[in-house]
């Protein structure tokens, strides 16, 4: 018997009706899905197919593009995230994103995870140092930094910049983190660590994911939702969907045969 | 060799000579002005730094230009204090919260300014903001004052859009990283995206300097021509493009004077070449 109750209590995120345009093209049609939480969600799909708006829409990053509109639901923690009323400090507190490309800001290491702290009102200079540490430990670049916390972020190889973003969005505490294709600009070796730091994260956070990468959606992720063309064409665990699709798009991108 | 190559030699030939003109150029121009100068430099000698007494047509003619040195300076520092921090301002508001209406009418709006003739702007000053600065307490039409707000909306342009280009050419993922963070715009715009782009700025600061101490009309048509050390803003000033320019048509060729001339062009060019100099350098210690 399907328990319904038992469900909704595992959901962090709720999509419901959500459409997406910029200027007069749709980009997101008709999406509903729900993300479960603390687990590894990937969302995938031939580039153009909404993935990655889909994404930027759920901590409203993509309200800085200037004529993109949406309409229906995304509910998280009982309340939709376009209602007006809505803290966006607080809520991209709580939902946390990183970028395809390492973006390190320009200042040193330590200033660059410390940055979410101060904006978030930690004033306590040994409270932070304690959360630096510790978020660096999560992303797993403490060992390979500890000594060089001054050093300006730029002077990082690109897989540890990309963990210094990750450390950077974790320090403020997240609930959720949104992952936007965050190995397609680095080396396999660079790309193994973070898979294997993304699996690790999962145990506390809720991990969203876009990739066009098949084979890393299906190495780590719990949930697939694949889109096509601004349509959510099928969503459920991994593991069953990667086995026995329902529709016959999935198994055709699942096959390679549309890209 | 056969003929295709002989073709290709011929036309890398041409094109090294046209491009190597610009080169010839400045050297040129910097070899013609240091000739011309050195009568002045050498008859008049230090004199032309220390002294204030700039009397080119009395007997004996007198050839101070620190009056002049110390106006082009006063005026560049007060018309950068106004232009700078505006352009910035107005780069800022472009880049970080301008919608595309504001944007385009901005834009344009800056565009159409930049295309104003300086000599036009010169007479607009003369005619109606001098009266308004004489009724604050000027006691001559043209004085530094003035001479700065037409220098100011002269480069004001100038220095907005390149700061606005050096701010829109950060990586767009670097603000959005700030943003996803929790930062509100300012923060963003202003501690994150600023300072990726300060080498840029910083270029735009020095171009925009560079620009203001040579402009020319305006301050011949509108800073009052007297050369003496202005005391405050509503003395007139004599700055050393003005006094090039008004005097050079008048000078024998070969005199004194006219090799007096050269030198403050040499002062001006010495004086933007370091400027040029120290932004190569600070921008080329960020790029590594």
């Given at each position: 018997m399907f328990n319904l109750t038992a469900i909704r209590e595992q959901t962090i995120l709720n999509i419901r009706d959500f459409d997406g345009w910029y200027g007069q093209k749709q980009i997101l049609k008709n999406i509903n899905m729900d993300i479960y939480k603390n687990k590894i969600s990937a969302i995938i799909g031939p580039s153009g197919c909404g993935k990655t708006t889909l994404l930027r829409s759920i901590n409203r990053i993509n309200d800085e593009i200037s004529d993109y509109k949406t309409s229906g639901e995304i509910i998280f923690e009982g309340k939709n995230i376009y209602d007006k009323d809505v803290d966006l400090t607080l809520l991209r507190k709580k939902i946390g994103m990183v970028f395809q490309k390492p973006v390190p800001f320009p200042m040193s290491i330590y200033d660059?995870?410390?940055?979410?702290?101060?904006?978030?009102?930690?004033?306590?200079k040994r409270?932070?140092?304690?959360?630096?540490?510790?978020?660096?430990?999560?992303?797993?670049?403490?060992?390979?930094?500890?000594?060089?916390?001054?050093?300006?972020?730029?002077?990082?190889?690109?897989?540890?910049?990309?963990?210094?973003?990750?450390?950077?969005?974790?320090?403020?505490?997240?609930?959720?983190?949104?992952?936007?294709?965050?190995?397609?600009?680095l080396d396999p070796i660079a790309t193994q660590k973070i898979e294997n730091l993304i699996e690790h994260l999962s145990e506390e956070y809720t991990i969203i994911i876009v990739t066009h990468n098949l084979a890393q959606a299906t190495r780590i992720s719990d949930y697939m939702y694949f889109m096509y063309q601004g349509e959510l064409i099928e969503w459920g665990p991994t593991r069953i969907m990667v086995r026995s699709p329902k529709k016959q798009l999935t198994e055709d991108y699942l096959n390679g045969k549309i890209s | 060799m056969n003929w295709r190559d002989v073709k290709d030699r011929v036309n890398k030939t041409?094109?090294?000579?046209?491009?190597?003109?610009?080169?010839?150029?400045?050297?040129?121009?910097?070899?013609?002005?240091?000739?011309?100068?050195?009568?002045?430099?050498?008859?008049?000698?230090?004199e032309?730094?220390?002294?204030?007494?700039?009397?080119?047509?009395?007997?004996?003619?007198?050839?101070?230009?620190?009056?002049?040195?110390?106006?082009?300076?006063?005026?560049?520092?007060?018309?950068?204090?106004?232009?700078?921090?505006?352009?910035?301002i107005i780069s800022f508001f472009l880049y970080n919260y301008a919608n595309s209406i504001e944007r385009r009418v901005i834009k344009s709006t800056?565009?159409?300014?930049?295309g104003i003739p300086s000599v036009i702007m010169g007479t607009f000053l003369f005619i109606y903001v001098s009266p308004i600065i004489m009724k604050l307490g000027a006691w001559s039409p043209g004085n530094l004052l003035t001479a700065s707000i037409g220098l100011t909306i002269l480069s004001l342009p100038y220095a907005a859009s390149l700061m606005e280009e050096s701010l829109s050419s950060v990586d767009q993922s670097l603000k959005e990283s700030a943003l996803a963070l929790g930062a509100s715009k300012?923060?963003?715009?202003?501690?994150?995206?600023?300072?990726?782009?300060?080498?840029?700025?910083?270029?735009?600061?020095?171009l925009t300097v560079n620009r203001v101490i040579g402009e020319t009309i305006v301050v011949l048509m509108v800073s009052g021509g007297a050369a003496i050390i202005p005391k405050s803003l509503f003395d007139p000033v004599r700055p050393l493009t003005a006094a090039i320019a008004s005097e050079m048509g008048e000078v024998s060729v070969g005199s004194l004077h006219y090799s007096a001339l050269f030198t403050a062009g040499l002062i001006l060019l010495t004086i933007s070449f370091i400027l040029t100099l120290i932004s190569k350098t600070v921008i080329g210690g960020k790029a590594e």
């Open positions: 660059n995870v410390a940055f979410g702290l101060k904006i978030h009102g930690i004033k306590d409270k932070r140092d304690e959360i630096v540490k510790l978020a660096l430990k999560r992303a797993a670049l403490w060992d390979e930094v500890k000594d060089e916390l001054d050093k300006p972020a730029r002077e990082l190889s690109g897989g540890q910049q990309q963990r210094l973003c990750i450390a950077r969005a974790l320090a403020v505490d997240p609930e959720i983190l949104l992952l936007d294709e965050p190995t397609s600009a | 041409i094109i090294f000579l046209f491009a190597f003109v610009g080169i010839v150029t400045v050297i040129s121009l910097f070899i013609f002005i240091i000739k011309e100068s050195i009568p002045a430099l050498t008859q008049v000698g230090k032309i730094f220390t002294s204030i007494y700039w009397y080119p047509t009395y007997d004996p003619p007198e050839f101070g230009m620190l009056a002049m040195i110390v106006g082009s300076l006063i005026l560049t520092g007060l018309s950068s204090l106004f232009v700078l921090p505006l352009g910035y800056i565009d159409l300014l930049s300012f923060t963003a715009g202003f501690k994150i995206v600023t300072k990726a782009a300060s080498s840029g700025i910083l270029n735009s600061v020095i």
